[in-house]
Nanobody, 125 residues
Framework: QVQLVESGGGLVQAGDSLRLSCKVSGRTFYRDVQGWFRQSPGKEREFVAAVSLIDGRTRYTDSVNGRFTISRDNARNTVYLQMNSLKSEDTAVYYC??????????????????WGQGTQVTVSS
């Protein structure tokens, strides 16, 4: 059974940092794209960042570019999201996801096959 388990969320103040982790078990995603999405109340789930496990290519949504960094440790089957200079608008449930079907990095949640349960990030202003 494939499982993606997020950790690292919490309550922080604006300007602080957090690092989210996503541990994958049940299969080896060495050819996949792994990404992070987020969803806040009343809004659609939105793409945050993703990384290719093959060659390390990354992609970010504009609002986090320069503040967030996605990275992967293939040996540990873990993907990280380092979030710096957090803002109140970053408050959301953050989900880890994996796309096993394509080489390109998609920003559409419908292209991702596997999902974690989510971890809450709350940034107070």
């Amino acid at each position: 059974q494939v499982q993606l388990v997020e950790s690292g969320g919490g309550l922080v103040q604006a300007g602080d940092s957090l690092r989210l982790s996503c541990k994958v078990s049940g299969r080896t995603f060495y050819r996949d794209v792994q990404g992070w999405f987020r969803q806040s109340p009343g809004k659609e789930r939105e793409f945050v960042a993703a990384v290719s496990l093959i060659d390390g290519r990354t992609r970010y949504t504009d609002s986090v570019n320069g503040r967030f960094t996605i990275s992967r440790d293939n040996a540990r089957n873990t993907v990280y999201l380092q979030m710096n200079s957090l803002k109140s608008e970053d408050t959301a449930v953050y989900y880890c996801a994996a796309d096993s079907d394509r080489f390109s990095i998609s920003t559409s949640s419908t292209d991702y096959d596997y999902w974690g349960q989510g971890t809450q990030v709350t940034v107070s202003s």
